[in-house]
């Protein structure tokens, strides 16, 4: 019996120990979930503070591509506005020229308008001499 006895105490001091072995790891492993822990605040920490500056320069960034495009947006108004007035200067001076040639062709051909028309109230008045000399000359030698 008295060995029986020391098998079952020697059992149980073996399961005792491996417990209290189990507790020490426990033990252990809550300190490395805390640390584990700490590890991942830190971590999202630091990923906030990153987060936070790449937003900061991608907001400065943005900033500053706005002010470009409207810098460019001003300066090809200006282009063009520039362009538009040396366009409207030039059909000025081209309108300018169409309308003194159109006003030389108009005088041109109200010139020959007026010779012809004098022409043909000449011939007319000359056809009406005519006819009425012709109308004299039949009464006198009839």
């Not at 209290?20 to 490395?32: C, G, I, K, P, T």
């Not at 590890?39 to 936070?52: E, L, M, P, W």
């Not at 043909?120 to 009425?132: H, K, N, Y």
Request: negative net charge.
């Amino acid at each position: 019996m008295d060995q029986q006895i020391t098998e079952r105490v020697s059992t149980l001091e073996t399961d005792v120990a491996v417990i209290q072995s189990n507790y020490v790891r426990r033990d252990e492993f809550s300190a490395l979930r805390e640390e584990v822990g700490v590890g991942f605040a830190k971590t999202d920490a630091r990923i906030d503070i990153v987060r936070n500056e790449l937003n900061s320069k991608i907001d400065l960034m943005h900033a500053e591509f706005n002010a470009k495009i409207d810098l460019l947006h001003t300066e090809l108004n200006g282009k063009m506005d520039a362009g538009f007035t040396r366009l409207d200067g030039k059909m000025d001076v081209g309108l300018t020229r169409l309308d003194g040639k159109i006003d030389q062709v108009r005088e041109e051909l109200g010139g020959k308008i007026d010779r012809a028309i004098a022409t043909m109230l000449r011939w007319t008045f000359g056809l009406q001499l005519t006819i009425v000399a012709l109308a004299i000359a039949a009464i006198k030698y009839l």
